[in-house]
């Protein structure tokens, strides 16, 4: 029973690259997530999807793009990186408002 | 927008003594949940309440929503080593089930 599975677990990216960051969960969850976590900042809500085929802007949207696959998966786009977005990436999935169930996370940076 | 405030940000406890984190809230929350993140892990469900003035034990642990629904605690019973981590609340309302994040207390605990 995997639950939230995220990929890679680590990467250092060079300004300007881009790179896509993946997230798979198996336990048939409608809602999925991605936050980034900063110091002293808590997590903050990039985007989200209600449900397969839909996605929406959160608090920290710019810079990202997302791509609903399926039901399963849920990937966080970074098309130019810059070192603004040094974080640690969390995809999450839930049952609409039950709890989240979080991924290991991602820790980028971005040089 | 909706706010949620969480205090203390730190706090450090000899091990047996007893910890609270508070979380309040700018407007009427729906429902408010709970997650602990271990040092270097990654955010993890403990509970959600719902009811005005709702009381929930698991174990040491007594969660708290306030009458008004705009504010919740979490209580830690005497202290362990293994209870070192951050505690984030998380509330949702205005018909949105998609939840604000507090900035989370990271509790300390010397042994």
């Known amino acids: 029973n995997a639950g939230v599975t995220q990929t890679p677990k680590f990467q250092v990216l060079k300004t300007g690259q881009s790179m896509t960051l993946q997230c798979a969960q198996d336990?048939?969850?409608?809602?999925m997530y991605w936050y980034r976590q900063d110091p002293g900042m808590g997590l903050r809500l990039i985007y989200y999807?209600?449900?397969?085929?839909?996605?929406d802007k959160g608090e920290v949207p710019n810079g990202y793009n997302v791509s609903r696959l399926n039901k399963r998966e849920f990937s966080l786009r970074l098309e130019s990186a810059a070192p603004s977005q040094t974080s640690v990436y969390f995809c999450?999935?839930?049952?609409?408002?039950?709890?989240?169930?979080f991924g290991s996370g991602t820790r980028l940076t971005v040089v | 927008g909706q706010q949620v405030m969480q205090i203390p940000q730190y706090q450090h406890v000899q091990e047996g003594e007893d910890f609270t984190t508070y979380c309040n809230s700018s407007?009427?929350?729906?429902?408010i949940q709970w997650y602990k993140q271990r040092p270097g892990g990654h955010p993890v469900f403990l509970i959600q309440?719902?009811?005005?003035?709702e009381v929930k034990k698991q174990k040491r642990l007594t969660f708290q929503f306030g009458e008004a629904k705009k504010n919740s605690s979490l209580h830690i019973t005497a202290t362990q080593t293994t209870d070192v981590g951050t505690y984030f609340c998380?509330?949702?309302?205005?018909?949105?089930?998609?939840?604000?994040f507090g900035r989370g207390t990271s509790l300390i605990v010397h042994p």
């Open positions: 998380a509330g949702s309302s205005g018909g949105s089930y998609i939840p604000t």
């Open positions: 407007t009427t929350l729906s429902n």
């Open positions: 309440l719902v009811k005005s003035g």
């Open positions: 999807s209600a449900s397969e085929g839909t996605t």
């Open positions: 336990m048939n969850h409608n809602s």
């Open positions: 999450a999935s839930s049952e609409n408002e039950y709890g989240y169930t």
